[in-house]
């Protein structure tokens, strides 16, 4: 059981979701907030963690960040993780005025870009009780030019300048897809990323869009939450890792989870990064976080 919830941002932008009651609460409950990583909306895969944790007795604030699914906001497909990171502290401050939680027991979860996002609002924000990263960004930098091949990355950086030059003229910022066949430009150039966003627009078409901001990799590559990771504790940590990734590095992640303090826990997953979605990984996975949740809410 869910209904759909919409709430404000700080600058007043309405975002929207759902809430999945705790099952069995005579009273409030704690609560866990989610959203999804980059360009990704609720609608991708998110539910079934939910209701992993909604059965365990949390609730759950399901969103889509602004810009993207059913939230408002503008320029569409405009992803600026210092936005969205407080989108997560918006959302806390509106899950600490509804009845069926308990505003001292709120708990957060992100998954990719997201999964780098609560690592930056559980170091700033002692409202967060608990935290699950899975498969998190962790190094942007780092990360993109793993991801963007060394001859393309001049390019790609003039590319930056030029859209920067043309939005101070007041012209539309350039855009580009989130994924393309191998050899075609876009933001996540991985076989992986491609196969699971096509597979996903087939199956659920205009759910998704596959356009964003050329702005939004350059906010990418400057994005580090790695350097927030050491401040979480004493908030328990739990950083959820696959093996195989090759998007958000295992190596990156893994020397990220080594800078963060005590109580934390690493989970370590088979197979890629979209694997820790579906599957076994995923049965795995959800029922770990649950526990970690449970436990510490």
């Known amino acids: 059981m869910r209904r759909d919830i919409e709430f404000k941002t700080e600058d007043g932008v309405t975002l929207r979701g759902w809430h999945y009651p705790a099952q069995g609460a005579s009273g409030p409950a704690p609560m866990v907030?989610?959203?999804?990583?980059?360009?990704?909306?609720?609608?991708?895969?998110?539910?079934?963690?939910?209701?992993?944790?909604?059965?365990?007795?949390?609730?759950?604030?399901?969103?889509?960040?602004?810009?993207?699914?059913?939230?408002?906001?503008?320029?569409?497909?405009?992803?600026?993780?210092?936005?969205?990171?407080?989108?997560?502290?918006?959302?806390?401050?509106?899950?600490?005025?509804?009845?069926?939680?308990?505003?001292?027991?709120?708990?957060?979860?992100?998954?990719?870009?997201?999964?780098?996002?609560?690592?930056?609002?559980?170091?700033?924000?002692?409202?967060?009780?608990?935290?699950?990263?899975?498969?998190?960004?962790?190094?942007?930098?780092?990360?993109?030019r793993r991801l963007v091949r060394g001859d393309h990355w001049a390019g790609l950086r003039g590319a930056f300048d030029a859209d920067r030059a043309a939005r101070a003229r007041g012209e539309p910022g350039m855009r580009m897809p989130v994924t393309a066949p191998e050899?075609?430009?876009?933001?996540?150039?991985?076989?992986?990323?491609?196969?699971?966003?096509?597979?996903?627009?087939?199956?659920?078409?205009?759910?998704?869009?596959?356009?964003?901001?050329?702005?939004?990799?350059?906010?990418?590559?400057?994005?580090?939450?790695?350097?927030?990771?050491?401040?979480?504790?004493?908030?328990p940590l739990m950083v959820v890792v696959a093996r195989g990734d090759h998007l958000t590095p295992f190596d990156l992640t893994a020397r990220a989870y080594e800078e963060a303090l005590e109580p934390k826990r690493l989970v370590i997953l088979p197979g890629g990064h979209f694997e820790a979605y579906t599957g076994a990984p995923f049965e795995v996975s959800s029922a770990a976080q649950r526990d970690w949740f449970v436990a510490h809410l």
């Not at 990323?193 to 759910?207: M, S, W």
């Open 33 to 144: 907030i989610m959203a999804h990583g980059f360009s990704a909306t609720r609608e991708i895969h998110l539910a079934g963690f939910a209701e992993v944790f909604q059965a365990a007795g949390l609730g759950v604030l399901v969103y889509d960040h602004r810009n993207l699914g059913v939230s408002d906001g503008a320029p569409r497909g405009h992803i600026d993780p210092w936005a969205q990171v407080n989108g997560y502290r918006d959302a806390i401050t509106f899950a600490q005025t509804m009845p069926e939680v308990d505003p001292g027991r709120i708990g957060v979860w992100g998954s990719s870009y997201s999964g780098g996002h609560v690592l930056v609002v559980a170091a700033i924000d002692r409202r967060v009780k608990c935290v699950v990263a899975q498969v998190p960004l962790t190094y942007g930098l780092e990360t993109a």
């Open 183 to 235: 050899g075609q430009p876009c933001a996540l150039p991985t076989a992986d990323t491609y196969e699971f966003f096509t597979r996903f627009e087939a199956e659920r078409p205009g759910a998704w869009t596959n356009e964003v901001t050329l702005q939004s990799v350059e906010l990418f590559t400057e994005y580090e939450p790695a350097g927030y990771i050491a401040r979480i504790s004493p908030t």
